[in-house]
């Protein structure tokens, strides 16, 4: 089992950005793709990124690409989520999410996600 701490999440002005991580522990973490979901209020949570073993795929929401940047730190049993040029329509609850059925990362389903964290809030002011 895979434990997960995001940290990074806060208020911010629309335009700005924020960076989120994700810690992990248990399992080598270079063994399995990792994920970024966001649930705003009301709404089911939602695939935002999700990245491959090694870093070397990555994958995007529409709604996030070219502003979204997913990354990993296999040395620091860390991944990323770089979010810029900031909407209120990105307000939201973010969480990552370990797929440890997979290496390559292309999953975008929340059933593929065993391990979740508890969530960081994400406030974007107009």
């Known amino acids: 089992q895979v434990q997960l701490v995001e940290s990074g999440g806060g208020l911010v002005q629309a335009g700005g950005s924020l960076r989120l991580s994700c810690a992990a522990s248990?399992?080598?973490?270079?063994?399995?793709?990792m994920g970024w979901f966001r649930q705003a209020p009301g709404k089911e949570r939602e695939f935002v990124a999700a990245?491959?073993?090694?870093?070397?795929?990555?994958y995007y929401a529409d709604s996030v690409k070219g502003r979204f940047t997913i990354s990993r730190d296999n040395a620091k049993n860390t991944v990323y989520l770089q979010m810029n040029s900031l909407k209120p329509e990105d307000t939201a609850v973010y969480y990552c999410?370990?797929?440890?059925?997979?290496?390559?990362?292309?999953?975008?389903?929340?059933?593929?996600?065993?391990?979740w964290g508890q969530g960081t809030q994400v406030t974007v002011s107009s």
């Open positions: 248990g399992r080598t973490f270079s063994s399995y793709a």
């Open positions: 999410a370990a797929d440890e059925g997979s290496l390559g990362g292309s999953s975008r389903n929340l059933s593929d996600f065993g391990s």
């Open positions: 990245i491959s073993w090694s870093g070397g795929s990555t």
